[in-house]
């Protein structure tokens, strides 16, 4: 970013938010209001009603009749999209091409292709792009690196994860392969990037397995990595499947091995276990909420040029294993 693209500390960051998103009160309203120097100052969706009332909820001043007017608004500085995944590509290089920074959710992409557009706009346009893997800022994250990278496991032979929740509303857009929607997206990008995250190494697929919610789209997903060196990765997740609920990690190394339960929400709890050299011990990793530090980062990268874990080299990347795992499963790209 050039130093004319620079956002100044002095003055606050401006967000306006594209959708009445029910995502965007913990990922963006709340940490914002208890964060000196941003604002949530517009909001624009698809139904203009719906839209006023998100403001008049979350006390945002302004409602734009629709995403493209929100973009314009000149009182707009950075943009927070939590639109469906199938509108990540288009609204998020829409908002950089109009000087606009932008904080958007994962998956930023429907594929990697789409990603690469979207780097490209950045880098163009000289602007902040995150990719909103909000867990990835936690202090727990941070120690599971540490762990790993010390030694105390030994050489590390397994990296596994697993995300799975029922999403029973059968008109959910993440059941809508239109929208870019199935588990791999929804729920697989989070373990994807976390076996990438811990294992510091980007993978080969190995072999998928779907389960099916309609043609092309995927309520399940159990798929086979690995990784330079030999290391195996699995992930397993879901959106309806017969493992109602499961949100864990585990590491297995020659010399040791650590299971953490909810590494991507660790604020509301989590729980780590180190099993090494005879000895099991318990770890909680305290922290305030994922999205107050992924905020902070955001800020940081727009003052400053901060470095951050989640822009669009990383999406890219992560993106390149989801479109790598739809084809050993037999499925189809998103967006295509």
């Known amino acids: 970013m050039t130093l004319s693209a620079r956002h100044t500390a002095s ?42 009332a998100f403001a008049q909820r979350h006390a945002i001043a302004r409602v734009h009749l629709d995403y493209a007017a929100l973009i314009a608004d000149p009182e707009v500085d950075a943009i927070y999209n939590p639109l469906p995944n199938s509108l990540h590509g288009e609204w998020s290089i829409r908002a950089l ?25 950045a ?17 727990l994250t941070a120690r599971l690196i540490e762990i790993i990278r010390s030694g105390e496991l030994g ?14 509303r059968r008109g959910d857009i993440r059941y809508r392969y239109d929208l870019a929607g199935g588990a791999t997206m929804d729920m697989g990008c989070y373990t994807i990037h976390l076996l990438r995250t811990l294992a510091g190494a980007e993978p080969e697929v190995i072999a998928a397995q779907a389960k099916l919610r309609g043609p092309s789209l995927d309520r399940a997903m159990a798929a086979d990595l690995r990784f330079p060196g030999g290391t195996t990765g699995r992930i397993v997740c879901s959106l309806w499947s017969s493992t109602v609920f499961s949100i864990q990690a585990h590491v297995r190394g020659d010399q040791g091995d650590l299971s953490v339960i909810n590494p991507f929400l660790p604020h509301l709890f989590h729980r780590l276990t180190v099993r090494a050299g005879g000895r099991t011990r318990h770890e909680r990793i305290p922290g305030e909420s994922t999205y107050t530090y992924q905020l902070h980062a955001f800020l940081d990268a727009v003052h400053s040029d901060a470095p951050f874990p989640t822009g669009p080299d990383d999406a890219i990347a ?17 967006g295509f």
């Open 155 to 168: 050489t590390i032979r397994h990296v596994e994860a697993h995300m799975a929740a029922p999403l029973v």
């Open 11 to 52: 003055t606050p960051l401006r967000f306006g938010i594209l959708g009445a998103a029910r995502i965007a009160p913990n990922a963006l309203i709340r940490p914002a209001r208890r964060m000196p120097g941003v604002q949530v100052v517009a909001v624009a969706a698809r139904d203009p009603a719906r839209a006023r």
């Open 123 to 139: 880098q163009t346009a000289g602007r902040v792009l995150m990719e909103a893997f909000h867990y990835r800022y936690h202090p």
């Open 97 to 121: 091409q109009a000087g606009k920074h932008v904080l958007c959710e994962k998956p930023l992409a429907a594929n990697a292709q789409e990603a690469a557009q979207m780097r490209d706009a």
């Open 318 to 334: 992560n993106m390149q294993v989801i479109d790598a795992v739809y084809r050993a499963a037999g499925l189809p790209l998103r």
